[in-house]
């Protein structure tokens, strides 16, 4: 999983070992002069994004989308505290389903490390949203949300199962999302599966960097 980057802080360039820069502004690698040597420290994908979000002005503001029951265990809520926690302090956002369990305890990492969370809420009422979103979105549309919060994500984190994290899955999937699963999350065909919360982040650095 490891990247082999080399990150130029002096002259603000990310490399790869493919002999590309990372283009900011258009968001893609591109190709550089043959036999340039870059210069600088290995970095990995986590960093590599977190450098990128906080010293560019073209940041990547599409959210990473985190789903998991309501009724998540003690090991769910922690995995996906320490993901909203770990999502943030790489200058992403975070989507949820903006109500309890997993979606609660996301929304409370993300604010932990003072970042951004969208909550996209079945109800009507914004006021049902759980206390630690910082943005609550009343679509009053019910679970056809998860449809929105798929669609929106740049990759899906699923922590735990549920039969609204398994819609969220199959429409990730049917959009062409990377799905990262753990925790107990759904065997799908297409659903990569880590055991630790950093092993998530990475995979969700290395899509936002358009490595994989």
Same mark, same amino acid.
């Given at each position: +999983?490891? !990247?082999?980057?080399?990150? #130029?802080? $002096?002259?603000?360039? *990310? @490399?790869?070992?493919? =002999?590309?820069?990372? #283009?900011?502004?258009?968001?893609?690698?591109?190709? $550089?002069?043959?036999?340039?040597? &870059?210069?600088?420290?290995?970095?990995?994908?986590?960093?590599?994004?977190?450098? *990128?979000?906080?010293?560019?002005? @073209?940041?990547?503001?599409? &959210?990473?989308?985190?789903?998991?029951?309501?009724?998540?265990? &003690?090991?769910? *809520?922690?995995?996906?505290?320490?993901?909203?926690?770990?999502?943030?302090?790489?200058?992403?956002?975070?989507?949820?389903?903006?109500? @309890?369990?997993? +979606?609660?305890?996301?929304?409370? /990492?993300?604010?932990?490390? /003072?970042?951004?969370?969208?909550?996209?809420? &079945?109800? !009507?009422? %914004?006021?049902?949203?759980? %206390?630690?979103?910082?943005?609550?979105?009343?679509?009053?549309?019910?679970?056809?949300?998860?449809?929105?919060? !798929?669609?929106?994500?740049?990759?899906?984190? !699923?922590?735990? #199962?549920?039969? =609204?994290?398994?819609?969220?899955?199959?429409?990730?999937?049917?959009?062409?999302?990377?799905?990262?699963?753990?925790?107990?999350?759904?065997?799908? #065909?297409?659903? $990569? @599966?880590?055991?630790?919360?950093?092993?998530?982040?990475?995979? $969700?650095?290395?899509?936002?960097?358009? *490595?994989?």
């Amino acid at each position: +999983m490891t !990247a082999n980057l080399v990150l #130029d802080r $002096v002259a603000g360039r *990310l @490399h790869d070992d493919a =002999g590309r820069t990372f #283009d900011a502004p258009a968001w893609r690698w591109q190709p $550089v002069n043959a036999g340039t040597s &870059p210069s600088g420290s290995r970095v990995d994908a986590v960093e590599a994004l977190g450098w *990128l979000q906080r010293a560019s002005s @073209h940041r990547l503001r599409v &959210p990473v989308g985190v789903i998991g029951p309501r009724d998540a265990t &003690p090991e769910q *809520l922690d995995l996906a505290c320490e993901i909203g926690e770990s999502i943030a302090r790489c200058g992403l956002a975070v989507i949820c389903g903006g109500r @309890h369990g997993v +979606m609660q305890a996301v929304c409370e /990492g993300v604010a932990r490390a /003072g970042g951004i969370s969208v909550g996209l809420l &079945p109800d !009507a009422e %914004p006021g049902l949203a759980n %206390p630690y979103v910082g943005i609550a979105i009343a679509t009053g549309i019910g679970e056809a949300r998860n449809a929105l919060i !798929a669609r929106a994500a740049l990759c899906l984190v !699923a922590v735990g #199962d549920s039969y =609204g994290t398994l819609s969220e899955i199959a429409l990730g999937r049917q959009f062409g999302k990377r799905v990262i699963g753990l925790a107990g999350a759904a065997r799908v #065909d297409g659903v $990569v @599966h880590v055991d630790t919360a950093r092993e998530a982040i990475e995979h $969700v650095a290395r899509v936002a960097l358009l *490595l994989d």
